[in-house]
């Protein structure tokens, strides 16, 4: 990077900060390469002294993770993502809070980030302090002056009996008041019920549309959910107007149930089926942007022993996409969305495929 602003040879003026590679050292003087085009750069007399010295310095940058515990007075931050890409997630937004912190005085953003990304609002912690603080509001209302040993002794007692009361009520309400905290993280409405694989009763509360995790158009959507003894699920709902039901995607799912490469079924519900959540996915386009080459080799092998394994079994997905086969950074694969599937599949689906 160009610390002075200088004049090269060639009469062209190169100002403070701007970045090159060097490609070529001599004795008196530096080449460096800006864009597509080459400068010698020579030294400069420095400011009040009688010395000179070339205008350069190196430009560091480093990873998110690798500035942590590092401050700076100014930093110049890129996300990698555009402004109508999903910034919800709650590691990128704990990323992004990492990044902007390690600023002291100005930060600039590479880019036009998502406005989710900066918000980084945990919503738990929030309810846990406002509840703290009506606590407290309450307990300052409640404290009581005794004047004498008889006020003090009758204290005593009905302090004991308040305590063993509010214990038993809170053990009481605890079920209640997790489901209520449960409901307030997610924008849902009533609990849904339904029957797990092994014929349990379960009860989920989920997000509702159009807050949705994906959308399939004219196929249907899946939403965010949560239960007490899953604390992930996805919730996948087909379009009102389409008339099949769910049976053949919840045979395929049961006859793929012991297949690590497909979004195993938990329960199903009116309407719809719960699934298991695929907690690393990240979307297409940042797995081909930002993983290895061997990563890409390794989803590539996966995906087509996953349709290899589909066949023997008789199963035809028939809708295979970037959308349907979802992916980690690392290459392995969780294949969902089979209500377009055939089972049992003719031939001619299977070859196809």
């Known amino acids: 990077m160009i610390t002075q602003t200088c004049v090269t040879a060639c009469g062209q003026q190169l100002r403070n900060g701007t970045l090159g590679n060097v490609v070529g050292l001599s004795d008196v003087f530096v080449t460096i390469q800006c864009s597509q085009d080459q400068f010698r750069i020579e030294p400069v007399k420095i400011f009040d002294t009688m010395w000179i010295q070339l205008p350069l310095c190196v430009a560091y940058a480093g990873t998110i993770a690798k500035c942590i515990g590092f401050e700076f007075n100014s930093v110049a931050i890129d996300f990698g993502m555009t402004l109508r890409e999903d910034g919800s997630a709650l590691w990128r937004q704990k990323q992004a809070y990492t990044a902007i912190s390690r600023a002291k005085q100005e930060c600039y953003f590479v880019g036009n980030p998502p406005l989710s990304l900066l918000n980084n609002m945990d919503m738990d912690s929030l309810m846990f302090f406002k509840n703290a603080l009506v606590s407290n509001q309450q307990m300052a209302r409640e404290?009581?002056?005794?004047?004498?040993?008889?006020?003090?002794?009758?204290?005593?007692?009905?302090?004991?009996?308040?305590?063993?009361?509010?214990?038993?009520?809170?053990?009481?309400?605890?079920?209640?008041?997790?489901e209520q905290i449960i409901k307030k993280r997610f924008n849902c409405g009533k609990t849904i019920e339904g029957v797990t694989v092994d014929d349990k009763q379960i009860n989920v509360v989920a997000d509702v549309y159009p807050n949705c995790f994906q959308i399939l158009i004219n196929k249907g959507y899946i939403l965010r959910a949560t239960s007490k003894d899953h604390k992930e699920l996805l919730l996948k709902r087909k379009e009102s107007h389409l008339d099949q039901d769910c049976k053949l995607e919840i045979d395929v799912l049961k006859t793929c149930s012991d297949m690590l490469s497909v979004l195993k079924i938990v329960a199903t519900v009116d309407r719809g089926i719960l699934l298991e959540q695929m907690k690393d996915k990240v979307s297409f386009m940042d797995f081909s942007n930002s993983s290895i080459p061997e990563a890409k080799q390794a989803f590539c092998q996966n995906l087509k022993l996953l349709v290899q394994t589909l066949n023997q079994r008789n199963i035809a997905h028939k809708n295979i996409s970037h959308q349907t086969a979802w992916v980690n950074i690392h290459g392995a694969i969780k294949l969902t969305w089979f209500q377009d599937a055939e089972f049992p599949a003719t031939a001619a689906s299977l070859q196809k495929e």
């Open 143 to 178: 404290v009581q002056i005794v004047r004498n040993v008889f006020e003090m002794s009758e204290f005593w007692v009905n302090q004991t009996r308040s305590s063993q009361n509010k214990r038993v009520q809170s053990e009481i309400d605890i079920h209640t008041n997790q």
